[in-house]
Every structure is written in C-alpha cells, then in structure tokens.
C-alpha cells in the first residue's frame, strides 16, 4: 500500500495538480485574449508587480491594516501551508531518497510548531466563518469542506510525525490526504494559489494604468 | 393582473456573453473571506447588516442567475433590481478591498444590462435614456435650445464682460466644452460662468451643438449599447471640429 501511494498515485496527483493547474492558466489567459479585451486595453507590468507585492506582503494594503487579527492569521496560515510541507526534513529525504534531489529543511521542532500554528490558524478561520455575520451570510459547505481537506494532510502529517495510534497506516491516510488536496487544486477556488497573480495583475493595471489609483 | 412575462432568452444570451475570463475566475476564486464587507458605505450605514455586504450582493444577483441559467421568476428579478439598483452604487470600492482585486462593481453593471431588457431599470433612468436617443442629451433639450440659451448667456453678460463669446461649432478650436445637460435646461448661468473664465483665460473653446451632454445615465441603467451610444457622439464631435481636447464640466 505504502508503495502505491507514494508510487503511481503520487505520479498521478502531482500529474492532475501540475497539468491541470497549467491548463487552468492558460485557457484563463485565451480566453481572455478572446472575450476580455478590456484587460489588455491597459495592462501595465508595473502596475501589476506593485498590485501583487502589496497584496503579498502582510498588512501591506488598507484592508488588511483594517483587519489586523484576520490578516495576521492568514498570513500565518498561508505561510505554514506552503513552507512547512516543501520544506519538511522527512519531505526531502523522500525526495533525496527516489529522485536525488537536496534542499534545504527546517528543523523537525520548527516544523513542528508550525504545523500548530496551522492547525490553530485554520481553527480560527473556521470559527470565524461561524461568529462572523458578514463571513458566515457569504459561507458555504464548500467552503469548510475545502478547509477540511487543506487541513488533513497537517492533522495527519502531525499524528504520523508523534507516531500516535498506528504509525504505518497514519502515514498512508497522510499521503492519501496529500494527493487529495493536490488533486482537489485546480478544480475548485484553491486555484487562487495561482489565479491570485492574474487578476492582481488585471486589477492593479485596471485601476492604476487607466486611472492611477493605487488598489492596495 | 398578470405579470409580466421573463424574456429567459435574453437573459441566456446576455449571461453568456458577459462571461468571459475575468467573470469565469472571479466567481470561481472568491474565498467568502468577508474582507469587502467593511469598504461598503451601504453595509456600513446598515449597522453592518450582513445583506450588504458587496460579495452577497453579487451572489444573489449574478451568482443566482448562472445557478438557474437565467430561469428566474419575475419576483425574483424584482429582488435583484432592488439590490442592483438600490444597494449598490457600483462605486468600486470593495474592488479595492479584495484580496483577489474582484471587480464587484462590473459584475453588477452586467447585472443592471439584463435587468434593463426585462424593463427592471428604473423609470426615470429610463426617461433619460430616452432623451439621449431622441435628443442627444438626457433632458429633452433641442438643438435650438441649446443655441437659444447659449445667445441667451451671451445678452445677459454684455454689460459685466463685452465681448464675451459662447462659440458653437466653432471649428479648430483647443478646446471642446461639454456639460451636464442639466446646465442649459435649469442652470444656463453656470454655462454663463464657464464662458467668463474661457474669456478671460482667452482661451480657444467651442461647444459642439451636437455631442454636448458629458453625461452617462444610459451607463447607470445598465443600457449599454446607449451608454457607448453617448461617448461616442462626444468623441465624434470633437473629432469632427478638430479640437485638441474635450473639457467635462463639474
């Protein structure tokens, strides 16, 4: 079992995740040669680099600053989601081990507390959905669900790491949870991870190249 | 009384040709991360009532229309013309606010587009659409008018500025004046003002007699095929007579 989830289905979720997110942005780009003519009419590069690293750096624009509590949590969230799992020291064995390829890890208790962080992050947002009127009236199932499967692979990467209950099938439900989310991406709106660039970029050069104002 | 009957064709048609790249991501990415609520001064004046929050707006007008594919009763469309037309002032600000930078508020002029072919827009937006097919500006004002009032302002300055001109059509000139029509139907002294500082600028300005109202309300309705209708009989006029720019009053 262990082979086949880190085998062929892990071939095909990287596969799904890799070629469906290049499709995605691509089609989204054809498609706006054709039908969305607006975006090009004004588009500048430098608008769009300053829309995107305001949006990319914490409480770098207005709304963010308005909600600092908030913004912290998903800067946190954001950041252990995608440097813990690249990062993880038994993450890069695995690739030095098959592939021979080294980089750098960060260390198992830093890791450790991280996937905390993450865990307690998603915690908040979840509970936030729940308390906040204006979050909750815009929240649908989808939206926990997503959540729920952006979180599995921590929770269960965290359970395999301490060994508690079954080691051996901890690790596999882990990796399955994995493939899952990578699988899950380019289908549902976790596709901002690259879609954010594109309409950053259409709006920042909308606002700032047409009009010069600034969208952060 | 029976009501009046949902013309889903139009709705279809109109659906499918605003959906574009921009539409297809920007309602397929919203994260419902509530950041737009707070930009929204409707939301605000409501004590934060959750139903103006601009994301919700957008997802019980537009977002409701993709789901039924247009299918929608007439009540229905009536819930949207309320929330399309009078709680939204398609201001942009929560484009601003969003993380992603989801332009809500042409998203709700999309919306404004189809209500207007169910005859949802409002009466008097209507009215001014109207007057910008039959007139070429929206108050009904005739060309004849226009000439009159601006000779008018001419005789009532003479004594306090002699010499003063209101050229009209004037050819080659810098500067193509344009106003808002409600200037020559209830307020000529502002036109009368305008001119002073033209004058005294000797500045070289004309107004087109023709292409005069700078402003949009076809654009408010959602009644866009007029709305491009009315910029372009601006833009035409300016090209016509050669002016270097075209000035916009207020």
Not at chain 1, 36 to 60: C, E, M, Q, Y
Not at chain 2, 128 to 151: H, I, K, L, R, W
């Amino acid at each position: 079992m262990y082979e086949f989830v880190t085998g062929p289905l892990a071939w095909v979720s990287f596969g799904i995740f890799l070629v469906g997110m290049t499709v995605k942005t691509v089609s989204v780009i054809r498609l706006a040669l054709k039908k969305d003519k607006v975006v090009f009419n004004h588009f500048s590069l430098g608008w769009s680099l300053r829309s995107i690293f305001h949006w990319l750096v914490p409480f770098g624009s207005r709304s963010m600053r308005e909600k600092p509590f908030f913004t912290a949590v998903t800067f946190i969230f954001h950041t252990c989601l995608l440097v813990t799992p690249v990062f993880l020291l038994s993450h890069n064995i695995l690739w030095d081990e098959r592939w021979d390829i080294s980089w750098w890890s960060l260390s198992e208790r830093l890791a450790d507390y991280m996937t905390v962080l993450f865990i307690a992050a998603a915690i908040v947002m979840i509970f936030r959905r729940l308390v906040s009127p204006e979050v909750r009236i815009v929240t649908s199932a989808s939206d926990y669900l997503l959540l729920a499967v952006v979180m599995a692979p921590f929770v269960t990467g965290y359970f395999a790491y301490h060994q508690w209950l079954r080691y051996d099938t901890m690790l596999i439900i882990h990796i399955l949870c994995g493939e899952i989310m990578l699988i899950v991406i380019p289908f549902t709106k976790l596709s901002h991870m690259v879609l954010f660039f594109l309409t950053r970029a259409h709006i920042g050069s909308e606002m700032g190249n047409r009009r010069g104002a600034a969208t952060w | 009384m029976a009501e009046p009957a949902v013309n889903t064709d139009i709705i279809r048609e109109k659906l499918a040709a605003v959906k574009g790249s921009r539409f297809k991501t920007w309602l397929q990415i919203c994260a419902h991360c509530g950041y737009c609520a707070d930009s929204c001064f409707f939301y605000l004046a409501h004590d934060k009532d959750p139903k103006y929050m601009p994301a919700y707006k957008v997802m019980k007008t537009l977002g409701r229309l993709y789901e039924k594919k247009g299918k929608v009763s007439r009540t229905e469309l009536e819930e949207m013309a309320s929330i399309a037309y009078g709680d939204c002032t398609a201001c942009r600000r929560c484009t601003l606010y969003c993380p992603f930078g989801i332009d809500i508020a042409v998203m709700m002029a999309a919306v404004r587009g189809i209500l207007c072919t169910q005859g949802l827009a409002p009466e008097n937006l209507m009215t001014a659409v109207q007057s910008y097919y039959d007139f070429g500006n929206q108050m009904s004002v005739t060309t004849e008018d226009f000439v009159d009032t601006c000779n008018w302002m001419v005789e009532e300055t003479e004594e306090e500025v002699p010499g003063l001109k209101i050229p009209i059509d004037q050819p080659g000139a810098d500067l193509m004046y344009t106003i808002n029509a409600r200037e020559a139907k209830f307020y000529p002294q502002d036109i009368a003002e305008a001119a002073i500082i033209f004058h005294a600028a000797g500045e070289s300005w004309t107004f087109p007699s023709m292409g005069w109202d700078d402003t949009n309300l076809a654009m408010f309705a959602g009644e866009m095929k007029c709305a491009a209708r009315n910029v372009k009989m601006v833009y035409d006029a300016a090209k016509k007579l050669g002016a270097k720019r075209i000035g916009v009053s207020e």
